[in-house]
């Protein structure tokens, strides 16, 4: 434990979070950073809407919800197609250990997590957002 920690305190957080999406499956991991990027965009474009006192900005609100749960729900998804590709993988092998399976286990949580943390910041944009609207 002491040797890894070490290990990632070496290397840089850019490098980390690399090998992070390359574990979590780069293709789903990247959309869901894609999404991540879009919400950020909203919660912008919802910031500008809420100081022009726009009332496109219940429109903004509702597609940050919609795109925070595309993220966890393309999560889920994520981990289930990972989990079925390791528990293949494990099954062509005649002598497992339960380090392998906690591996692979691992490995296919990454999307999961990462699409909740996405939900979380899109709902935490959403609850900023209906407290700067303005009433209407």
Known sequence: MLFTLQQQAQ?????????????????IMMFIFIVLIIGIFLLVRGIYFARKKDPKIARTILLLNSIGLFALVLGV??????????????????????????????????????????????RFSTIALNWVRPVQ
């Open 11 to 27: 290397r840089g957080f850019v490098e980390t979070i690399g090998q992070r999406f390359e574990e979590g499956g780069f293709f």
């Open 77 to 122: 998804f994520g981990q289930l197609i990972s989990l079925i590709e390791i528990l293949d993988y494990l099954s062509s092998f005649e002598d497992t250990t339960p380090r392998d399976f906690a591996d692979g286990l691992k490995m296919t949580m990454l999307p999961t997590l990462f699409g909740a943390f996405v939900f979380l910041c899109t």
